[in-house]
């Protein structure tokens, strides 16, 4: 990843763009997913941040049951930028959030299909962008928020 590479990307316009293939996809999965968004600009590589969005979707709808939500957002708050990915699935308990982010690691015991590959390039993408990522429970105390915060810049 080479950062002399960068181009002022909004991570709104990254989230539009591939909006249409993940909508069919969780239509399929008879999962409501939706979309919270504003202009949130980063320095980066929009098919990098392309491949992370498409990794956080993935992971979203595979572990999150029919008629569940997903839904993601970008925008800013306080000094940072954000795109977010909030799923009503199963969560991933605390003691294994640093765990997936490391390759080849699944949740013992969880369905769905995958290398466990995905989040590790997440973070890789991440932090060739010079972002944080954080996995949180979702907000009714359920499910997964996976954040990607990128410094203002």
């Known amino acids: 990843y080479r950062a002399d590479a960068f181009s002022r990307v909004n991570l709104r316009t990254v ?3 591939a909006a249409d293939e993940w909508v069919h996809r969780a239509m399929v999965k008879e999962i409501d997913l939706g979309f919270d968004l504003a202009d949130a600009q980063v320095s980066g590589d929009a098919l990098l941040l392309r491949e992370a969005l498409a990794n956080l979707i993935h992971n979203a709808l595979e572990y999150s049951p029919s008629g569940g939500r ?17 799923d009503d699935g199963p969560g991933i308990p605390p003691a294994e ?15 769905g299909t995958g290398s466990g590959l995905g989040l590790s390039i997440v973070r890789e993408i991440a932090a060739a962008h010079g972002a944080e990522i954080s996995i ?18």
């Open 70 to 86: 997903v839904t993601v957002s970008t925008g800013g708050r306080d000094a940072e930028t954000f795109l977010e990915v909030e």
């Open 15 to 17: 989230v539009e763009d």
């Open 136 to 153: 949180r429970t979702g907000v009714h105390g359920r499910g997964c928020k996976v954040g990607l915060t990128f410094p203002h810049g």
């Open 97 to 111: 959030r640093e765990k997936v982010l490391e390759r080849f690691y699944r949740v013992p015991g969880t369905a």
